[in-house]
């Protein structure tokens, strides 16, 4: 049974990360390889479960209640279609990871504080993906939640990674508690707290909507949805890099699983206005993450942004799936569900490889600023040929994967003028518009960052002197790049591997993929619309090699070296070259006045004054100061208010208390 | 044998897109020389340039990247592919599902790609304003393309350009959403080009320019590469506008070798009269400031979103 090997296995990840203190107090050498190759090998036994679950049928799939926890729930576990393709995203991300961590770790300066939480972080994730019911649920949730937090704290010498752990924690409780409240909602009276029962139940449709809100509150604060973004772009870069892809690629899908569960699987019937909810807040977090990465100057700051907006492009699909379901069109919303997961999918490969990048920059170079970076596609020609791959996959440009499930929504929101709401049927092109803009400021996100760390000349001393990454880190890359290489050429059979998860979440399935020949996929039917990566990769080589072959053979093939041309005014200086700044000046300038209020105050001083001229830029975080600082604000009035009841007699606070007694005991009495 | 024929007709696709792309450079130089009262090259000069070009040796900074030797190639090989996708003078050929028009309009995404970072690669500042500016064109340029192809979808029912091409010829009839998508269609046809209003073709040396400021470390057989590229796409913009407002003439799927002969010589008279037209309104107007282009593009952008939403509420306009 996968799903007793999948729980044994988390009950090893727990176990490691129970032996991991004792191993770095005693052998300090070998620790980091003991801890990361336990859980390489644990999680690649999650990742058979998961797949042997998902491709095997329902043979393999199952649920098992143990006897722990609560003595009146008891523990559920499930391993269904949809844990098992989350397992699969989990475990991937959690092998390759923990492969490319065997190197990485070698330059973690104290281990202790990594090791123990890093198999715990995997145990909780899988729980999360594994749980059956409310009480296992938000328990390994918090699991996953503090066990990270941990990791992010791990460098907390540094003041800013004080404050990141500070503002996730504060994110992380709030985000619990939203989906506390959401599963008291959906127990109901009864007080039953498994999945099957809640999904048993019928729930009433107001409640169902506010389960919505919370879980888009909850899940959505972990995903990275805007406005619940915020703590994303502090704690993702602050953790050690392999943590960041898992808590980038893995963590905020995770949570997407939650969303899903939850919506989808256990809240009953949508309503059409749920799916307008969750458009909105996907496009508008698709759009604002991209503009924020496009203008970072902190190589992984940008990878944690790039993340909100593909969380974003992903909650776009669901949304468009809830609109399809509500209205009872069981192949467009298959579609729009399965593109929405295999994009999660996608997303967790090249976030990670991302990832994997910036830390072979940050252990090579020991800099994440890019605008002291630049030529490294001299010093690590492979870290930058990987690096490479990552940026055109994740700026959906074909034949990779990215491009395949962003093409798979464009595809969805055609459908959608088949909608009778007149809401959906403006909302759903404006989102369109809105993907295909956040896919285009990708594109620019990814020159800019490839652009500005791999090429031109070094702008400083750290990028001169940067060394190649090791063995381990470059193959977990080349794994990853591979996978998104296969999930661009050959998408059908993971269409098709997840065609059961969506016949289980909204009753009908994409149309099994290899129909016409080479590898071709068909979101709806033939007429419409196909796309065959694997012949257009095929193409783009021969036409390339071909036109190698034949200029080489026929024309010329001779090369000369010479200083660079630069309209003959070549500066040997490294400081004349664009900066990551300069080239984000015009994006700037066409959507910050809108997006950040961008200001730009110019003093010149006039002819004969000696005083410098100053240009200064003003950025503001709209979402930072419209929501979270009068929020802010408010609870420390409230503290303030308050305070007094610090500093009453004895006598008062009987009172209080006595008074407390009698209110509840009303309420008590009149509830009944 | 059908298969051989179809992957033949494919093949010839393919080889005439190449082979009449420099020519159709020259013809709008040439055209646009006599407008303003000049003799001009001749129409084969692009060809000579293109083999002079590519027996000449390249000359590669010392800083450059094997990124900055194989990009023209791939840069090449993307436009060719998107090119050669693009129904000419028959559609519904063997491999014309391969891809669908948003999966051209992304091939094309991909080559800017790589030239925008080919115009980083040795790291001198021309390079870095061209790669900057293209990008920010593109970012407005892309959504427009892709809400023009949402349009022209959401009239024909697919987005597979040999069955919008079929049912353009079978639906004639005029509708506001495809006159928006037209002129969004040219504007992001002069934008993609470096055509005038946006950029300037004929110009080196000037601040404003783009696609040239990218490619100005580039010579040899690279730059002949290079420029190659750029008149396929000139070439398959001109298509792809023939294809969907103008596809009559073009051969169906299981069309005869007349008819297919009909079309290209169709096919042959719309790129002319399409080479025409862009350079007569390329005379007769100035370019513009670069920030004034962000605002051109981006009325390409809400055209676009405009005929979608037509569209949406009523399936008529």
Redesign the interface.
């Known amino acids: 049974m996968p799903i007793a090997a999948a729980l044994l296995s988390v009950a090893g990840l727990a176990g490691v990360a129970v032996v991991a203190p004792i191993l770095v107090a005693r052998r300090k050498a070998w620790a980091t390889s003991i801890v990361y190759g336990a859980s390489f090998v644990l999680a690649a036994v999650l990742l058979l479960c998961g797949l042997s679950a998902l491709l095997g049928g329902s043979a393999f799939q199952g649920s098992v209640q143990l006897p722990i926890g609560l003595p009146w729930i008891g523990a559920h576990f499930v391993l269904d279609p949809l844990s098992a393709a989350f397992l699969i995203i989990v475990d991937f991300g959690a092998m390759i990871a923990s492969f490319y961590a065997i190197g990485y770790g070698a330059h973690e300066e104290e281990p202790g504080r990594v090791l123990p939480f890093y198999p715990a972080f995997l145990a909780g994730m899988n729980l999360v993906v594994l749980s059956a019911d409310a009480f296992g649920f938000l328990v390994a949730w918090e699991f996953m939640s503090l066990s990270s937090w941990a990791l992010v704290m791990a460098h907390h010498h540094d003041p800013e990674n004080r404050r990141a752990g500070y503002v996730y924690l504060l994110m992380a409780s709030f985000g619990t508690l939203m989906l506390l409240l959401a599963f008291g909602l959906l127990a109901g009276p009864n007080g039953d707290y498994a999945f099957s029962a809640i999904r048993s139940f019928e729930h009433i449709p107001w409640i169902s909507g506010l389960v919505l809100v919370l879980m888009l509150l909850g899940a959505g604060s972990k995903a990275g949805l805007a406005p619940l973004h915020v703590w994303l772009p502090l704690a993702h870069p602050a953790a050690p890099s392999h943590v960041s892809a898992l808590m980038s690629g893995v963590m905020t899908k995770v949570a997407v699983y939650a969303f899903i569960r939850v919506v989808f699987d256990l809240a009953g019937e949508p309503a059409w206005w749920w799916a307008v909810t969750v458009l909105t807040l996907g496009a508008g977090s698709a759009v604002l993450g991209v503009l924020h990465a496009v203008l970072q100057r902190d190589l992984k700051r940008l990878l944690a942004y790039s993340t909100v907006e593909n969380v974003g492009i992903v909650f776009i699909g669901l949304g468009l799936a809830l609109a399809f379901k509500t209205n009872d069109m069981a192949g467009a919303a298959a579609l729009a569900v399965t593109a929405s997961i295999f994009h999660a999918f996608n997303h967790s490969l090249f976030k990670s490889l991302l990832f994997f990048g910036a830390g072979n920059v940050l252990t090579g170079s020991g800099e994440r600023d890019i605008e002291k970076l630049g030529g490294l596609v001299h010093r690590m020609p492979e870290t930058a040929y990987l690096f490479l791959g990552g940026c055109l996959a994740i700026s959906a440009l074909p034949p990779l994967n990215g491009f395949v499930s962003e093409w798979l929504i464009l595809q969805a929101i055609l459908l959608s003028p088949d909608l009778p709401q007149w809401a959906l049927r403006f909302l759903v092109p404006a989102s369109g518009a809105m993907l295909a803009l956040a896919a285009a400021l990708a594109a620019a996100c990814f020159v800019r960052a490839f652009g500005i760390t791999f090429l031109s000349r070094p702008r400083s001393p750290a990028a001169e002197t940067a060394q190649e990454a090791s063995r381990w880190q470059i193959r977990a890359m080349y794994a990853l790049m591979a996978l998104c290489l296969v999930a661009g050429v050959f998408p059908g059979p993971f269409l098709d591997a997840l065609s059961p998860v969506s016949q289980s979440l909204v009753g009908g399935a994409m149309p099994k993929q290899p129909i016409l020949p080479h590898f071709s996929i068909i979101p709806i039917s033939e007429s419409r619309s196909s796309y065959s990566g694997f012949l257009v990769f095929f193409f783009i080589l021969m036409a390339s090699w071909a036109a190698i072959r034949v200029i080489h053979n026929f024309a010329s093939r001779a090369v000369r070296r010479a200083p660079p041309w630069d309209c003959g005014f070549p500066d040997p200086s490294p400081a004349t070259q664009y900066t990551a700044d300069s080239f984000a000046q015009p994006i700037r300038r066409v959507f910050g006045p809108l997006a950040f209020r961008a200001k730009i105050d110019q003093t010149m001083p006039l002819p004969g004054d000696m005083t410098p001229a100053r240009l200064t830029l003003s950025l503001r975080d709209l979402v930072w100061e419209f929501i979270y600082a009068p929020l802010e604000g408010a609870v420390l009035y409230a503290a303030e208010r308050l305070n007094i009841l610090q500093f009453l007699t004895i006598r008062s606070y009987l009172s209080l208390v006595f008074a407390a007694l009698v209110l509840l005991l009303v309420l008590v009495a009149t509830w009944a | 044998m059908g298969l051989i024929l179809a992957i033949l007709v494919q093949g010839i696709q393919m080889v005439l897109v190449l082979a009449l792309a420099p020519g159709l450079v020259g013809f709008t130089r040439k055209v646009k020389a006599r407008l303003l009262r000049r003799k001009g090259p001749s129409i084969l000069q692009p060809y000579r340039d293109l083999l002079r070009l590519?027996?000449?040796?390249?000359?590669?900074?010392?800083?450059a990247?094997?990124?900055f030797r194989n990009a023209p190639?791939?840069i090449?090989?993307?436009t060719?592919?998107a090119a050669?996708l693009v129904p000419t003078f028959a559609a519904g050929l063997h491999?014309s599902?391969?891809?669908?028009l948003?999966?051209i309009t992304?091939?094309l995404?991909?080559a800017?790609?790589f030239l925008?970072?080919a115009g980083?690669?040795?790291?001198?500042?021309?390079?870095?304003?061209g790669?900057?500016?293209e990008?920010?064109f593109?970012?407005?340029?892309?959504?427009a393309m892709?809400?023009i192809v949402?349009t022209v979808?959401?009239v024909a029912?697919?987005?597979?350009l040999s069955?919008v091409a079929a049912f353009m010829v079978d639906h004639s009839t005029l509708r506001v959403s495809l006159g928006l998508a037209l002129i969004g269609l040219i504007i992001v046809a002069l934008t993609e080009n470096a055509r005038v209003p946006v950029d300037n073709p004929a110009t080196?040396?000037e601040l404003t320019m783009v696609h040239e400021a990218m490619v100005?470390?580039y010579?040899?057989?690279h730059l002949?590469?290079i420029e190659l590229a750029s008149a396929l796409k000139l070439l398959l913009y001109i298509s792809l506008i023939a294809c969907i407002f103008a596809p009559w003439g073009m051969a169906r799927q299981g069309d005869g070798l007349v008819e297919m002969a009909i079309g290209a010589v169709t096919w042959v008279g719309k790129l002319a009269v399409g080479g025409f037209l862009m350079v007569v309104f390329e005379t007769a107007i100035a370019k513009m400031r670069?920030?004034r282009v962000?605002e051109f593009v981006g009325g390409a952008?809400m055209l676009?979103?405009l005929g979608?939403?037509l569209?949406?509420?009523s399936?008529s306009f």
């Open positions: 590519v027996r000449k040796e390249a000359v590669l900074a010392d800083n990247s094997w990124l190639y791939l090449f090989a993307t060719w592919v050669a491999f599902w391969a891809a669908d948003i999966a992304a091939l995404g991909s800017r790609f925008a970072l980083m690669d040795i790291g001198t500042s021309f390079g870095g304003i790669s900057s500016r990008m920010l593109s970012t407005l340029a892309e959504p892709i809400m949402f979808a959401l029912g697919s987005t597979q069955t080196h040396l100005l470390e010579s040899g057989r002949a590469v670069v920030f962000p952008l676009g979103l979608t939403l569209l949406f509420v399936r």
